[in-house]
């Protein structure tokens, strides 16, 4: 199959003279146009074998752990047919002699573990178009899981690269970027990488796990049930689900409830006012009913600042008296 023209941005020297310039016209130009020539051409002339060993990986990792069955069949596929298509390498900006992985990670791996070279293209680029060629070429296959793309873009931006460079590697627009940004933010590193590549959970998920993790002491709680044998024996997907409705259920909890009021009654020995009164802390109610309860309420009314004075007086003569 061929590959779609979307390493034009990265193929030629007219990206390397570019790099000054803003990088948001990757988005416009390099992510859409060919400058100079695609990656098929490149390679019917420009494939050379190399030794597995003198390639190292990308410097910003795009993958969680890998498929055991997915590559079980690559490595299948590659010693009855051979490597269809070559992978993309940059000389290392600081091994001399050695080389590093754009994209064709399993490939090298592949080849490693069959004891044979691997066909690659050797081409020298700067870190921006590094990691725009190793994202689009990401986007073209298709197989990364959301949050992989999520932890490749946050690697990324750690590395120093600008929003719009992220944007560009992996083709993406305003909202998902907002949401891979929240997702990264609030659920720390250490718990995506237990969770796992979760294949069959979309952004939206994500981000509503992000929101549950917004709550302190949910993180911590999360730290805990990832190392439970539970967790740990079900696959990607299930640890995600698992965690998720761990952290849903502990946000239904019952608040606790209020102090309860307490209440007391009085009334004279004639019974001619009854009285009951609450008292929760906060507020205090004293209610009067039988025949003299509207007569006896106003005269307590007309001497609430006398009653009160006394209270205060009483007060202080407590506080003086120890």
Known sequence: MARKDIFGSVMGSAAAAQQDKDVSSYAVRGASRSIIQSFEELSKSSVVELDPDLIDTSFVSDRIGDDDGEFSELVQAIRERGQDSPILVRPHPSSSGRYQTVFGHRRVKVARA???????????MVDQDHVIAQGQENAARANLSFIERTLFSERIL???HSP????????LDDTTFSKMRSVSNNISEDII????????IGRDRWWQLAKLMEHPANSAKARIFVQTDAFSQVDSDARFNQLFDVLAASGKTA?????RARETTWAPKDNSVKARITDNGKVFTLALKSKDASAFGAFIAGRLGELFESFRASEAENKTGD
């Open 255 to 259: 608040r606790p409830s209020p102090a």
């Open 193 to 200: 990488l237990a969770i796992g590549a979760a294949k069959g």
């Open 114 to 124: 069959l004891g044979r070279p691997v066909r690659a293209v050797v081409k020298q």
């Open 164 to 171: 719009e460079v992220v944007k560009s590697a992996l083709t």
């Open 158 to 160: 750690k590395s120093g």
